[in-house]
């Protein structure tokens, strides 16, 4: 038995699957690629597998957390290729470790917002705020937003800035110390 | 994704189920042609379907064929394509319906004929085949409401009667044999193919063979499914063990158009179902039958199975079982009783209407297995009857309740029990496919008495929608002539009619007086 803590990126056509189908979608990958999890005890047994901050339904991440404990005293090297074969389009595992940081310890996430005008010109200055970088892409703006506290929701932020449409993209989950959380 | 595309998801509901993109979908590259395999139903519907995912292996079979899935929008999706000006399209490659070569529909039940309608128009394909030119694609169906294709013939250029694995194979091959000559030279040549009516030839569709598949071990079964992401209804895979049912109850489409009946071994489901498994991860696989108990080798079946699935977490189910002890035993096996409760469908509360309606199914029998099943602790049990069937009178009414009340006392302890009434619908090529179906306000009435006979606390009483039952009557013995008020409420209506809150009976009424004669003021049908 061992605890295992992935970094997965959530892109693409997987940006449309809700927290709940993201869980599902796991613990069925788990079972193709034929990595035992740990399941709960009592009447109804199921695997133990949580999100740690999962990214809003159409949100963009690449730095998702997923916990599981494993059944048996799997190394981790492997275990990400074959999980990658077992999910589909848009899911894909980047690393596995032990997880020492408790999920209280993630604060500050980084982010980038792409915001598209569909003629009308922004108000430039609001993307002109503390903590932002922007630049142009073809046919929009760019903000990247370093260490937002977790309690800020990213779209809020991107439709105050009233655009015809927008993407957010997770790119980093961080800790108190502005450090990497893994 | 095109940003278009992506600007409607991020308004929807449940954006996920118009993607694809999941676990065994295929996505061909090379393809001579495109066939687009289409449900009249949302996605977490058509993707429960298992003539789905068999036409769905068999077609990504050939070699050049690219079969690709499309489903009906919700309304918010529908709109949302509409305002935009993006044609429906298949989920594997984005591509438009009208860019498709053949566009095959499965039709399940006759409420979802508005749906296909709405599913050619929105993928920018005109619903009328004669109003579709050379170029269009050819647009066929299949599934069992083709044993009287009539009310969508219009709108169809073929139909396929019966199993479809084999029919479609041969249909595929002779049209890359015969498109480049036109559309009449084809569809002739396609009529030649036993098992496919093509309705310009105005034939007699009860002259068209129909289509079994004959040994069920050796043909295609889709071992790789396409896994849905999101919004399943069941977590499972569905393994077939037969096809047909030996029972021939009067009332039952099922059995008379899955005829004859065709038992796969043990042997070659139980590995169909393991690598069904493998393959998807699923945590229940579940035996699909139209009577599981007549299956001859379920003991075998089921043993082999459980060796499989107890180890992994992996649930048994066994739908459609009749109440015996073989059975008790089997429930104990697999522990699914608890889960799922027991049901049984008597379909008629007395023996004289049971005998009569062909439903081999005893008092005595219900009552045993009631007995036995609350003595090892169950406290629910669910029964299935039809109201309005050939020869019915109150006192069969009255036998439901009666029969109701002796279940109740088979229990030492207090147990519930939940009488669902259905309302008969006489359907085409059955025994009683002539038989008149009661008027919507004696269906009604009968459902008032019910109600009022069954009342105790631990009886629940539930009852399907006379009106809905009317209008399936209507559509399932219905004509050509029915094809403008399909069309018509296919363009009024506010969303699915299979779904209730979309149902919408004024404008069926409506529509069918004004198109047709075939409904009176009062909503009764003609042989009320
Ligand atoms: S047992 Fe069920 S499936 Fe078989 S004929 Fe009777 S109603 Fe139809």
Redesign the pocket.
Known sequence: MRKCRFVYSKTGKARYLSHLDTMEVFRRAFSRAGIALKYSEGFNPHPIISIVLPCPLGHASYCELLDVTLADDFGFSGLCERLNNALPSGLTVLSANLPIKKPGDLRYLDIKIELFYDGKTPRLELLDFAGATWSRIDGGYELTLNALPTKLNPTHIAEALEPDFWRVTRLQTLDADGAAYR | MNQQLERILQRVTKPARYIGGEHGEIVKGERELTFALCFPDTYEVGMSNLGIQILYAVLNGLEGVACERCFLPWPDMTAELKSAGVPLYTLETSRALADCEIIGFSLAYELSYPSMLNMLELGGVAPYAADRDEDAPLVIAGGVCTVNPEPFSKFIDLAVIGDGEDVIVELIDCYRKYRSFGKTRLLRELAEIEGVYVPVFEGNVRAVKRRAVRDLNTSVYPTAPVVPSTEVIHDRTVQEIMRG?P???KF?Q??FTNAPVRYKSAEVAARQAIASLKHSGCKEVNLSS??TSDYPELGELTDTLLDYCKPRYINLSLP?LRANSFTFDLLDKVQQTRKSGLTF?P?AGSQRLRDHIN?NLSEEDILTACTTAFAAGHTSVKLYFMIGLPGETDDDLHAIADLAHKILRCGSKRVNITVSASCFVPKPRTPFENEPQNPIEELERKQRLLRDILRDKHIRFRWHDARVSHIEYLLAQGKSDLAPALLAVAQKSRGPQAWDEFFDFALWREQLTVNSEQITETGEGQNA
Do not use: R
Request: charged share 15%; hydrophobic share 25%; with cysteine.
């Open positions: 049912c029972n021939g109850c039952c099922a059995c139209l009577s459609s469908a379909e439903k």
